[in-house]
């Protein structure tokens, strides 16, 4: 990855990731699949002391970032069980990776029960939401990322596609972090990219981007549109390019307006808005994040203090 030497990621930059990620899921878990979930969520959105909760999405990055730092890297073992343990299935975890981490819980090794629910292992987003974290714990040796992606991926995610889409994300993070437009962006995750599907949907949201036409017509984005061809659903290929193109399309325009068009779309949208949202709290860093939001969030010293560790590990 071509990065600027001479630019200093501010700490800011790392907790805008981290707060986007977790504030996306929790303003958009309402949102997600249809009316029986959306209600399910409802009546448990919120704790005990009234703070927003969120969901999986935040859940394993908070595991993933506490293991990282305990174990200064990754230790598959470790995590798999940090994983596990943390499972609850008031979380609104994924049917398939439910099940395989109460297998963890229950003894049996990852490598054994990763692939008992599909024979090649799940494609589903789990993997993608996550990764940020593999970013923030990379910012100082960007090439590590890959590498680190697989092995934090395969646990729950072997299969190719959830992978792949877990590197566009981290990568993603990896050149927001560094304030990096769309055509850097685009130019990595080209190379990168080696499954048909996301070279497609990248082609698409890269003319979308280039074109900027709700901007030059003043018009909104089509949501619909973005739907049709990019997806909005829980597998990574649905999802991934999704959430980098909004995050992008978004990227000088307030958090919040990015949050009201993922409700839009609907589908998965939790998971697209704290991808989108890693990606868009990188770049603006966490001044632009609603400040009253994250004032009603869970968790968010445990957050800050996971921030500015990752943070640490670099400088
Ligand atoms: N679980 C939810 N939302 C509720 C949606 C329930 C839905 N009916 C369901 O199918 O689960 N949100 C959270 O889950 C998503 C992340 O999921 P993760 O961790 O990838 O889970 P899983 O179970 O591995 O995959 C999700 C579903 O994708 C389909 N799938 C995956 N791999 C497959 C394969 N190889 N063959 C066929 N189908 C596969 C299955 O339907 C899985 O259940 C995030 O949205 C998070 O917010
Ligand atoms: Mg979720
Ligand atoms: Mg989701």
Known sequence: MHIDSTYHIPISSFKGCFFGLALGDALCADYEGGILERGLWKLISRTREGRRRYT??????????????????????????????SYRWSRGYGTGAAKILKRIRGGAPWQEVNCSIYPQGSYGNGAAMRSPIVALYYHHDPEQINTAVERVS???????????????????????LNKLGFEELYQELLLLSKLEIYQKRLAIAKEWIDNKEWIDNKEEIDSKRVVKELGNGIAAADSCVTAIYIAYAFIDLPFMDMLKFIQKCSGDTDTIAAMAGAIWGAYNGIEGLPQEEIAQLESTKEIEQYAVELYGLGV
């Open 56 to 85: 999986d999405d935040t859940q394993m990055s908070l595991d993933l970032a506490s293991s990282l730092l305990e174990r200064g890297g990754i230790d598959q073992d470790h995590l798999a069980m940090r994983f596990a343990t």
């Open 154 to 176: 395969e646990i729950t995610h072997a299969h190719p596609l959830a992978i792949e889409g877990a590197k566009l994300i981290s990568h993603s993070v990896s050149i927001a």
